[in-house]
């Protein structure tokens, strides 16, 4: 649909899409601008509630035709009992001053142009766009809903418009542009008029009496500047708290074999690690930290495990890792008493040189009378007490590591230390405390 302006040039007001048929297994969007759309929407939905009910909407067909205009979306949405509601959603128009930088960005890229002429949108066009102060994909917040169920937050109508809407976009981004304020014709003939403009020769102003100076560096000023790298950009700031996963529990279901709740708690699992890491990499001297080697697959399973997934998660971890399920159970133990480290003196058996064996024991010696000083049958890098369920065992970076029997297992009993008589102390006094 098209409207005249009051100069009687044609300009492009509003377009009105057909109702799309049902989706079937397919999900609300296939391209990244589109789960960009999506996630907008499910990071500004205050009920989750809400937003399920509008994804079961969505794919049954109940959104009807989908009016697009600079600025808002509308459609009816019917329900079951076949009440119907008109529902919007408001998105905010690029300014003229945003307008014109996106389009002289634009014009110096052909590749963009390209891309858009193509139904594509690639993420650099978007990053370029946002650069020169245009945001084209909304943020948190900038989907804003109007409904006739008279809903304060997104209702299951304003949802399920959101969600079709995805579909649309996969299918064509100028219905966003549109949206923000600009329809493809216009669009188009304002990249070409500037194109042709670009492609000009420039006039020479008048009065100089020649030629304009180039613009530029001179050599020597270049030269001499050759070892400077440019400032870097300031890091961002960091957030209050990890970004929160997408629900996965969509109507349509899984994909065969996606397990959505290992899924889900992977994304989580990911969102806070990034966290950490982008806290660490803005941290004062994180330059001089030592990198880290990556951890094994094996070692990976153990510490998601620790984060307590649920039993039907921990199962899978324990298969994938060949554990059995008690085994990744003691793992997680060491785990969450000091990490990699910890799980290494669970699982290895190594012998120390002769050098540290000779200072656990001037320790050991030092820190009891001869009378009550606990016997220790020494195997490798485990001393196990004596008539006693304890057990020192000691690390490759020289700390000892307290353990008891429980259950007929050697299980870790605490964090490491590096005097080996503090560590066997703690788990000797537990032993005590237990038969007495």
């Known amino acids: ?81 076949g009440s119907a509601y008109r529902s919007d959603v408001l998105l905010q128009r690029l300014s003229g001053e945003e307008w014109d930088r996106f389009l002289d960005m634009a014009v110096e890229r052909a590749g963009h142009i390209a891309a858009l002429l193509d139904r594509e949108m690639p993420p650099h066009l978007v990053e370029d766009a946002a650069a020169a102060g245009a945001e084209l994909l909304p943020g948190i917040g900038d989907l804003e809903p109007e409904c006739s169920c008279d809903a304060w937050d997104h209702c299951p109508h304003t949802a399920a418009l959101c969600y079709q809407v995805a579909r649309l976009l996969d299918q064509d981004p100028f219905v966003l542009l549109l949206m923000r304020g600009r329809g493809e014709r216009e669009l188009l003939d304002e990249l070409q008029a500037r194109s042709a403009a670009l492609a000009s020769p420039q006039e020479t102003p008048e009065g100089d009496g020649g030629e304009a100076e180039p613009e530029g560096v001179r050599a020597d000023e270049a030269f001499a500047a050759r070892d400077m790298p440019p400032p870097l950009p300031a ?17 349509a279901g899984p994909a065969p074999g996606i397990d959505v709740a290992a899924l889900e ?47 039907r998660i921990a199962a899978l971890l ?63 890098n485990w001393w ?16 000892w590591w307290p353990y008891r029997k429980e259950g007929g297992r050697w299980t870790p009993a605490g964090p490491a230390d590096q005097d080996p008589a503090a560590a066997l102390a703690t788990v000797l006094v537990d032993s005590v405390s237990a038969t007495a």
């Open 265 to 311: 708690f992977l994304a989580r699992d990911a969102a806070g690690r990034a966290h950490r890491l982008l806290a660490e990499a803005l941290s004062y001297g994180h330059e001089q930290q030592p990198v880290e080697e990556p951890l094994t697959l094996e070692e990976d399973a153990v510490r998601l495990a620790a984060a307590g997934p649920g039993p």
């Open 318 to 380: 324990a298969s994938g890792s060949g554990r059995e399920r008690a085994d990744l159970a003691l793992a997680v133990r060491a785990w969450q008493y000091g990490g990699r480290a910890a799980l290494a003196v669970l699982e290895e058996e190594w012998s120390p040189g002769p050098e540290a064996l000779a200072r656990a024991r001037t320790r050991l010696a030092e820190a009891w009378e001869e009378d009550e000083r606990p016997q220790l049958r020494a195997q490798h």
């Open 384 to 399: 196990t007490v004596v008539g006693a369920d304890a057990q020192l065992r000691c690390g490759r970076d020289g700390r």
């Open 235 to 251: 890091p961002p700031p960091l957030p209050g708290e990890p970004g929160r996963p997408p629900a996965l529990d969509t109507e």
């Open 1 to 81: 649909m098209s409207d005249w302006d009051t100069t009687g040039e044609q300009r492009e007001t509003e377009r009105t899409f057909d109702a799309l048929p049902p989706a079937r297994g397919r999900g609300f969007a296939q391209t990244w601008w589109g789960r960009a759309w999506i996630k907008a929407l499910e990071d500004t939905a205050l009920d989750g509630e809400q937003l399920r009910r509008g994804r079961r909407y969505a794919p049954e067909g109940a959104v009807g035709a989908v009016s697009v205009r600079p600025g808002r979306i509308t459609a009816v949405v019917r329900e079951k009992d």
